[in-house]
């Protein structure tokens, strides 16, 4: 295993990449393009965090989807910005930082192999396809399924290292909680 300090100062250099690369998003307003039915125009979400809310994010299926973590992330977004963009935004460049350092030590606890991670992490973090899913409110359901995806390898790994009933019960609620953000998670497990 590679040594910590070293790991930490990765880790570091790759908050300060990604959140350098996407900075200027705090300032992006929402769009017209499915933004007012996710959240500017959603009234479950604008109501914020409720009992009422709560029961509709489970059993809705609005926007063809089936994703009650997301609803219940947007919601918790108005109830703490409001209509303000910035903060919406600021939530889903927070969870792709999250990502990629979680991608960064899944790969080193995978591979061992800390520089071949650490360029893996730099170009996921980087890389043009993610633009979209950090600097777009209504793709949140990006960042948060990638997000319990890189828990559920991680809780994998644990399970593989030591396994027993409790480790897989690790594995089965963080996939369930993907699954819970984006139905389509699944396509990305059944290829492995």
């Keep these: 295993m590679p040594n910590r300090p070293m790991i930490a100062a990765i880790c570091l250099f790759l908050i300060v990449l990604t959140?350098?690369?996407f900075w200027q998003l705090k300032d992006n307003a929402f769009i017209n393009y499915d933004d007012n039915e996710y959240v500017t125009g959603n009234p479950q979400v604008r109501?914020?965090?409720s009992f009422s809310g709560l029961g509709w994010a489970f059993t809705a299926t609005a926007q063809s989807n089936w994703h009650p973590l997301t609803w219940l992330s947007h919601m918790l977004d108005w109830q703490l910005y409001g209509a303000?963009?910035?903060g919406h935004h600021l939530t889903?460049?927070?969870f792709h930082v999250v990502n990629t350092i979680l991608l960064l030590l899944?790969?080193?606890r995978f591979t061992n192999r800390l520089w071949p991670s650490a360029l893996v992490a730099a170009l996921f973090a980087l890389h043009p396809l993610h633009v979209e899913s950090v600097a777009w409110v209504a793709e949140r359901k990006d960042v948060l399924s990638?997000?319990?995806w890189l828990?559920?390898?991680w809780a994998y790994l644990r399970y593989v290292e030591r396994p027993g009933p409790w480790r897989y019960l690790e594995v089965i609620a963080t996939f369930t909680l993907g699954l819970?953000?984006?139905p389509m998670l699944h396509s990305g497990a059944s290829r492995l």
């Design 19 to 21: 959140v350098g690369a």
């Design 47 to 49: 109501d914020g965090l």
């Design 84 to 86: 303000n963009p910035r």
């Design 92 to 94: 889903s460049l927070f």
């Design 106 to 108: 899944v790969l080193v």
């Design 146 to 148: 990638a997000f319990f």
């Design 151 to 153: 828990l559920t390898m």
């Design 180 to 182: 819970m953000t984006k």
